[in-house]
């Protein structure tokens, strides 16, 4: 009886659905949904960068703060009572699986933005254009995040524990030197798009980050020369209360589950003057141990520092005490202390160098690169994880890898 009470129930119900169908499908198409080829087009560039910019802000402070977890800059703690992710935990030790669903986002997301920007590029192509400064937005963009994504790539992951790189487009693995090089021709593509002398210094600072990272000085040297200088305005990610800063969220007034390390309440102690440029807040522990987070970036929204003149000016410094451009190396790093009125050195050494990046560089992602490069020791065993791991989905989805 209850069979035929639910067929008779089913039956007529199919009857609506099939004589629903023509209503169904006479309804106005999508709203939120765009035809891929009809981007491909000089009223659509704008929207397409956009959407760029927007992938790049998603990555660049979640990147940045796991290669800090990774790094001797911060640390994890279950001791802090809002911290619960064992995900970041391993980033931490450097004992990480390879299906880590933290830096398996990381991955696809890195992915995502080299994908967008190589896309950009490539419909820039294909589009005749009446208004050239739209064509240099597309090229200049495309390019330049299209190198920051390789430089990423080459320098937060890797395919074992010490050996760096990353895969495009399920490709084979690429090491991180051809990966550098890859970054560099971009950054040089975004440089010779434009007019616009901001933005072709941004570019060069980005190619001298890239030969730093690849331990190629003459040639990082030469590309600093002509990178950003002082009083240029920082290259930022731009965030939003909606796409919130990763720091914020996880290592900051958001949520406290990652703590920087206590050199830098150190820093403040033996030189209260650093307070202008290591922003920090501290927390009791379960166990009353003081551990300190970052407040360099204290809003939801707060804009993640990419580049900056003061970075290029350490940069350059570096290069002059390895041998190599011209200039003083300490009147470089005096003008970005005076930048926060803190006293002048009166020497400077590679030593005192790496000190002045690891607090002018606090929580942007660089100090691993420094630790990977040589240029300070690394803090964890031999056989640790010294990149984030390319994600068991790539592994298992890509035939070449």
Same mark, same amino acid.
């Given at each position: 009886?209850?069979?035929?009470?639910?067929?008779?129930?089913?039956?007529?119900?199919?009857?609506?659905?099939?004589?629903?169908?023509?209503?169904?499908?006479?309804?106005?198409?999508?709203?939120?949904?765009?035809?891929?080829?009809?981007?491909?087009?000089?009223?659509?560039?704008?929207?397409?960068?956009?959407?760029?910019?927007?992938?790049?802000?998603?990555?660049?402070?979640?990147?940045?703060?796991?290669?800090?977890?990774?790094?001797?800059?911060?640390?994890?703690?279950?001791?802090?009572?809002?911290?619960?992710?064992?995900?970041?935990?391993?980033?931490?030790?450097?004992?990480?699986?390879?299906?880590?669903?933290?830096?398996?986002?990381?991955?696809?997301?890195?992915?995502?933005?080299?994908?967008?920007?190589?896309?950009?590029?490539?419909?820039?192509?294909?589009?005749?254009?009446?208004?050239?400064?739209?064509? @240099?937005? =597309? /090229?200049?963009?495309?390019?330049?995040?299209?190198? *920051? +994504?390789?430089?990423? #790539? !080459?320098?937060?992951?890797?395919?074992?524990?010490?050996?760096?790189?990353?895969?495009?487009?399920?490709?084979?693995?690429?090491?991180?030197?051809?990966?550098?090089?890859?970054?560099?021709?971009?950054?040089?593509?975004?440089?010779?798009?434009? @007019?616009? =002398? /901001?933005?072709?210094?941004?570019?060069?600072?980005? *190619? +001298?980050?890239?030969? #730093? !990272?690849?331990?190629?000085?003459?040639?990082?040297?030469?590309?600093?020369?002509?990178?950003?200088?002082?009083?240029?305005?920082?290259?930022?990610?731009?965030?939003?209360?909606?796409?919130?800063?990763?720091?914020?969220?996880?290592?900051?007034?958001?949520?406290?589950?990652?703590?920087?390390?206590?050199?830098?309440?150190?820093?403040?102690?033996?030189?209260?003057?650093?307070?202008?440029?290591?922003?920090?807040?501290?927390?009791?522990?379960?166990?009353?141990?003081?551990?300190?987070?970052?407040?360099?970036?204290?809003?939801?929204?707060?804009?993640?520092?990419?580049?900056?003149?003061?970075?290029?000016?350490?940069?350059?410094?570096?290069?002059?005490?390895?041998?190599?451009?011209?200039?003083?190396?300490?009147?470089?790093?005096?003008?970005?202390?005076?930048?926060?009125?803190?006293?002048?050195?009166?020497?400077?050494?590679?030593?005192?160098?790496?000190?002045?990046?690891?607090?002018?560089?606090?929580?942007?992602?660089?100090?691993?690169?420094?630790?990977?490069?040589?240029?300070?020791?690394?803090?964890?065993?031999?056989?640790?994880?010294?990149?984030?791991?390319?994600?068991?989905?790539?592994?298992?989805?890509?035939?070449?890898?």
């Amino acid at each position: 009886m209850k069979k035929i009470k639910y067929l008779l129930f089913v039956l007529p119900l199919f009857v609506f659905i099939s004589a629903c169908e023509d209503y169904i499908t006479d309804v106005d198409p999508l709203i939120d949904v765009v035809q891929d080829n009809l981007l491909t087009s000089e009223s659509q560039t704008e929207f397409v960068v956009r959407g760029v910019q927007q992938r790049f802000s998603i990555v660049a402070s979640q990147i940045a703060c796991q290669m800090d977890l990774l790094s001797d800059q911060m640390h994890y703690t279950s001791d802090i009572a809002s911290a619960s992710f064992p995900s970041f935990e391993e980033i931490d030790k450097g004992a990480i699986v390879i299906n880590n669903a933290t830096t398996t986002q990381t991955y696809r997301q890195l992915g995502e933005l080299r994908f967008f920007a190589d896309d950009l590029v490539k419909r820039a192509g294909q589009i005749t254009f009446s208004n050239t400064s739209l064509q @240099t937005l =597309a /090229l200049y963009n495309g390019n330049l995040y299209g190198g *920051i +994504a390789r430089y990423w #790539l !080459a320098t937060a992951f890797g395919l074992n524990q010490n050996e760096p790189g990353g895969t495009i487009d399920a490709g084979p693995f690429i090491p991180a030197a051809t990966l550098l090089d890859q970054a560099v021709e971009k950054f040089n593509a975004a440089a010779n798009a434009t @007019t616009d =002398a /901001l933005s072709k210094r941004i570019a060069n600072s980005l *190619i +001298a980050k890239a030969y #730093l !990272a690849k331990g190629a000085y003459a040639q990082a040297a030469a590309a600093a020369a002509n990178g950003m200088t002082s009083g240029d305005a920082n290259f930022n990610a731009l965030n939003s209360d909606v796409s919130n800063i990763y720091y914020w969220g996880f290592a900051g007034a958001g949520r406290v589950q990652i703590a920087v390390a206590n050199r830098f309440n150190d820093y403040i102690t033996a030189d209260p003057k650093e307070v202008a440029r290591i922003k920090i807040n501290s927390v009791v522990g379960v166990s009353k141990a003081t551990y300190y987070w970052q407040l360099k970036y204290p809003e939801k929204g707060s804009a993640f520092v990419m580049m900056t003149w003061k970075e290029n000016n350490l940069m350059r410094a570096e290069l002059i005490l390895r041998g190599n451009g011209t200039g003083n190396a300490l009147d470089l790093v005096n003008a970005v202390r005076a930048s926060y009125s803190l006293n002048n050195l009166t020497t400077i050494d590679l030593a005192g160098l790496m000190v002045e990046r690891d607090k002018e560089m606090f929580v942007q992602g660089t100090r691993l690169i420094d630790q990977n490069r040589g240029a300070v020791p690394w803090h964890l065993a031999a056989t640790t994880w010294r990149y984030l791991p390319i994600s068991e989905t790539e592994r298992l989805n890509n035939p070449n890898l």
